[in-house]
């Protein structure tokens, strides 16, 4: 199986075809506007676990990697899923693999960024006031669903590079 068939499955069995990529777009000044606090909580909670900490040969490092971080998350939801998306994952979970990161502590730190990034969308999504109504919450829950599906894609590609 090659490449793109391989990512072709992954997509259909996730879920995250043209019409949620299509939405994932959408939701990308969402993620712009939020990508910085959600890496400071992230980057905040690395400095206070030494073995996260001493990833990092210092702050102009660990500035450097939030800012990568931060780009790739506009490329996730640009929703062009093609080879150079693919390529640049891969490059990303063998750069972890090389530095001996292991998955725990990638798998948790995605936890702390989705996590802000579900606040983000909830906050901005909420319904105000009585007339929110159903298709506020559908329409957030279908946003929420595409935000995860992605993440989660993302994590599957970088991790799957370690095995």
Same mark, same amino acid.
């Given at each position: 199986?090659?490449?793109?068939?391989?990512?072709?499955?992954?997509? $259909?069995?996730?879920? =995250?075809?043209?019409?949620?990529? $299509?939405?994932?777009?959408?939701?990308?000044? =969402? @993620?712009?506007?939020?990508?910085?606090?959600?890496? *400071?909580?992230?980057?905040?909670?690395?400095?206070?676990?030494?073995?996260?900490?001493?990833?990092?040969?210092?702050?102009?490092? #660990? $500035? !450097?990697?939030?800012?990568?971080?931060?780009? !790739?998350?506009?490329? +996730?939801?640009?929703?062009?899923?093609?080879?150079?998306?693919?390529?640049? @994952?891969?490059?990303?979970?063998?750069? !972890?693999?090389? =530095?001996?990161?292991?998955?725990?502590?990638?798998?948790?730190?995605?936890?702390? @960024?989705?996590?802000?990034?579900? !606040?983000?969308? +909830?906050? $901005?999504?909420?319904?105000?006031?009585? #007339?929110?109504?159903?298709?506020?919450?559908?329409?957030?829950?279908? *946003? =929420?669903?595409? #935000?995860?599906?992605?993440?989660?894609?993302?994590?599957?590609?970088?991790?799957?590079?370690?095995?």
């Amino acid at each position: 199986m090659n490449a793109d068939q391989s990512l072709s499955q992954r997509l $259909d069995f996730i879920g =995250l075809g043209p019409q949620e990529q $299509d939405r994932l777009r959408k939701l990308r000044p =969402l @993620v712009e506007r939020s990508v910085g606090p959600a890496l *400071d909580v992230f980057y905040g909670k690395i400095r206070q676990v030494p073995q996260m900490r001493a990833m990092f040969r210092d702050d102009a490092n #660990m $500035d !450097h990697a939030k800012a990568k971080q931060a780009e !790739h998350w506009r490329v +996730i939801t640009s929703g062009d899923y093609g080879e150079a998306y693919v390529k640049g @994952v891969r490059a990303i979970g063998a750069t !972890h693999a090389r =530095l001996g990161l292991e998955p725990r502590w990638y798998i948790g730190g995605y936890a702390r @960024v989705t996590e802000q990034f579900v !606040h983000a969308l +909830i906050e $901005d999504r909420w319904p105000k006031g009585l #007339m929110g109504g159903k298709t506020g919450a559908k329409a957030a829950a279908e *946003d =929420l669903g595409v #935000m995860v599906k992605a993440a989660m894609l993302d994590m599957d590609l970088a991790i799957t590079i370690y095995m």
